[in-house]
């Protein structure tokens, strides 16, 4: 397996960790840059360009990329969440820096700071004339409201630090921890439900989901075809992972263990022969 590329220095921590666990769910899934294109809709390039942390991806491709894995992808989808904030943040301060500079120019004074002017000396001359003390320099007009917003975008990165290191804290510790979502989040990432009915139909198996068809599927493949070769697998003993319709590498794994078994070719493609062997 080739080695990652090392990440650019000013990466912001929370992307460099979002980075890091997308690269984690790429290599055990043991997809190639093309497979993952192919599963996920996005180009090969967009692939390599997220997992060097050249650019943020989107929140769609880090949900397929969750999917293809099996794995839950709420936790990935808050540290997305975090680093567009963070990123939207950097963005925001030089915009600011702009607005002040525009406004000083509208007020006709110069974008440096104001040099201290002093008042003339008293006209009175003699042995007790004081001089007057030069004023101070008076504020910018306009500058409080931008000082105090740029202030509220540090406060709100910090908080999200500290929110992001305590959600990584609970999720080391507790794994697989359920998480409660909003119904619209767990409709997006939720794949297909597929139900194992196995029985026997004119002296063949059968889970009831294609219709007894023998169609040859591939590594890659995905639909009824693939969760029906799922749970005559599980049936037999083998466990394929889940019955998601996904043909991924733990069905692979699981359709080579069966071809082995039945003293098939084991090359991992579910021909005439092997449904014939699932069937049987």
């Not at 060097?52 to 969750?66: D, F, H, N, T």
């Amino acid at each position: 397996m080739p080695r990652s590329k090392t990440l650019p220095a000013e990466l912001d921590p929370s992307a460099r960790q979002l980075v890091a666990r997308l690269r984690r769910l790429k290599d055990h899934s043991e997809l190639t840059m093309r497979q993952l294109a192919a599963k996920t809709g996005y180009s090969a390039k967009s692939w390599e360009r997220y997992l060097g942390g050249v650019s943020l991806p989107p929140r769609e491709a880090v949900e397929a990329l969750a999917r293809i894995a099996g794995t839950d992808p709420v936790p990935l989808l808050a540290l997305h969440e975090i680093a567009a904030d963070s990123r939207d943040g950097r963005r925001a301060r030089p915009a600011v820096q702009q607005q002040d500079e525009q406004h000083e120019r509208d007020q006709g004074q110069p974008a440096g700071p104001t040099a201290p002017h002093s008042e003339p000396t008293s006209a009175h001359s003699g042995p007790t004339a004081v001089p007057t003390p030069p004023r101070a320099a008076e504020p910018t007009p306009g500058r409080f409201p931008h000082i105090a917003l740029t202030a509220g975008i540090a406060a709100l990165a910090v908080a999200l630090s500290a929110v992001l290191l305590l959600m990584l804290r609970l999720d080391d510790d507790a794994g697989q921890a359920a998480v409660t979502t909003s119904p619209r989040t767990t409709a997006a990432s939720s794949p297909p439900s597929y139900t194992c009915r196995i029985a026997r139909v004119d002296g063949r198996w059968s889970a009831g989901i294609n219709q007894g068809r023998d169609t040859e599927i591939v590594y890659g493949a995905s639909g009824a075809d693939v969760a029906e070769a799922q749970c005559l697998l599980r049936r037999a003993g083998i466990s394929p992972g889940g019955i998601d319709g996904m043909f991924g590498p733990l069905t692979l794994r699981a359709v080579k263990t069966f071809q082995d078994r039945a003293g098939l070719t084991v090359d991992g493609m579910l021909g005439p022969r092997s449904w014939k062997a699932l069937r049987g």
